[in-house]
């Protein structure tokens, strides 16, 4: 398993910081976000994109992705010069992907209507990534108000479009159990994120972003079991772990409690 690490998991680390927790705890690389503004805290620290990215390499790790535009599905001319902008930092910083976020707000989920506005956003947003050889991740997200829940959906309008060179899915562990689970699509994946849910009080329709903690014995996701699937079906990208509770962002000692963590559904991966 290709451990992966993304900031929002230790967002009060400064940026060096959370590239030297990555090394230390043995990630091939990591994923920049641009939208801590609630903290301070700009892209790359405000380093210059390409200082960022030799940084990165400096410290033996990719920069995975770069995260993120939102709402990537609610198409207009602000949205195409974010997609532009983001491309180009992540161009000059050497990242790998950029990450597209679909409307999360109850709005556009009608049946018809938000395909079309995917779709006229991905048909737009394809020729920006050819232009610039870069490569888009797509999240769906599971939440009942989100105008893109489903994985079928997206890998239907991205093979529409005879676009699957640019455009690939993430795999939210947390995101396809809220979105009632269905296909895996390994082929079409370029990440996974991981994180838990532990409380046991919580239907899934109460389930948020706050209460996403690091993997132990008591996940209800089925971290593992989504894990191995995508693994066993030839996925052979990196894991990388994106938690937004706020326990788990003030760990005093991330390195330890993520490094177990990681080393146990490795364990687990192994046990079969």
Same mark, same amino acid.
């Given at each position: 398993m $290709?451990?992966? !690490?993304n900031? /929002?998991?230790?967002?009060?680390l400064?940026?060096?910081?959370?590239?030297?927790?990555a090394?230390?705890?043995g990630?091939?690389?990591?994923? %920049?976000?641009?939208?801590?503004?609630? !903290?301070?805290?700009?892209?790359? #620290?405000? /380093?210059a994109?390409?200082?960022?990215?030799?940084?990165?390499l400096?410290?033996g790790?990719?920069?995975?992705?770069?995260? $993120?535009?939102?709402?990537f599905?609610?198409?207009?001319?602000?949205?195409?010069s974010?997609?532009? =902008?983001?491309?180009?930092?992540?161009?000059?910083?050497?990242? *790998?992907?950029? +990450? &597209?976020?679909?409307?999360? #707000?109850?709005?556009?989920l009608?049946?018809g209507?938000?395909?079309a506005?995917?779709?006229? %956003?991905?048909?737009?947003?394809?020729?920006?990534?050819?232009? *610039?050889d870069m490569?888009?991740? @797509?999240?769906?997200?599971?939440? =009942?108000?989100?105008?893109?829940?489903?994985?079928e959906?997206?890998?239907?309008i991205?093979?529409?479009?005879?676009?699957t060179?640019?455009?690939? &899915? @993430?795999?939210?562990?947390?995101?396809?159990?809220?979105?009632?689970? =269905?296909? &895996?699509?390994?082929?079409?994946?370029?990440?996974?994120?991981? +994180?838990a849910i532990?409380?046991?009080?919580?239907? @899934?329709?109460? /389930?948020?972003?706050?209460?996403? @903690?690091?993997?132990?014995?008591?996940?209800?996701?089925?971290?593992? +079991?989504?894990?191995?699937a995508?693994?066993?079906?030839?996925?052979?990208?990196?894991? +990388?772990? *994106?938690?937004?509770s706020?326990?788990?962002?003030?760990?005093s000692?991330?390195?330890?409690?993520?490094? $177990?963590?990681?080393a146990?559904?490795?364990?687990? &991966?192994?046990? =079969?």
């Amino acid at each position: 398993m $290709q451990r992966a !690490l993304n900031q /929002m998991t230790v967002p009060h680390l400064s940026f060096e910081a959370f590239l030297d927790l990555a090394a230390d705890i043995g990630c091939v690389g990591v994923e %920049a976000r641009n939208d801590m503004d609630a !903290l301070g805290r700009p892209l790359f #620290d405000g /380093m210059a994109a390409e200082a960022a990215g030799a940084l990165v390499l400096a410290k033996g790790l990719r920069l995975i992705g770069l995260s $993120q535009v939102y709402p990537f599905n609610s198409w207009d001319e602000t949205r195409a010069s974010e997609v532009a =902008g983001l491309i180009a930092t992540a161009k000059a910083a050497g990242a *790998e992907t950029i +990450s &597209l976020i679909p409307r999360n #707000d109850g709005t556009g989920l009608g049946n018809g209507e938000r395909q079309a506005n995917a779709r006229i %956003a991905l048909k737009a947003i394809y020729p920006m990534l050819v232009a *610039e050889d870069m490569r888009a991740l @797509v999240e769906p997200l599971g939440f =009942g108000r989100s105008s893109l829940r489903f994985k079928e959906e997206v890998v239907g309008i991205i093979n529409d479009l005879q676009a699957t060179d640019r455009f690939k &899915l @993430v795999h939210d562990t947390f995101h396809h159990i809220l979105s009632g689970g =269905g296909p &895996l699509y390994p082929e079409q994946t370029g990440i996974i994120h991981i +994180s838990a849910i532990v409380d046991p009080s919580l239907s @899934v329709g109460a /389930m948020e972003d706050e209460h996403r @903690v690091l993997v132990d014995e008591r996940d209800r996701l089925e971290n593992v +079991s989504q894990i191995k699937a995508l693994l066993d079906s030839g996925y052979d990208g990196p894991v +990388s772990y *994106e938690c937004f509770s706020p326990k788990t962002q003030a760990l005093s000692d991330p390195k330890t409690a993520i490094s $177990q963590s990681f080393a146990f559904i490795e364990a687990k &991966l192994a046990r =079969g």
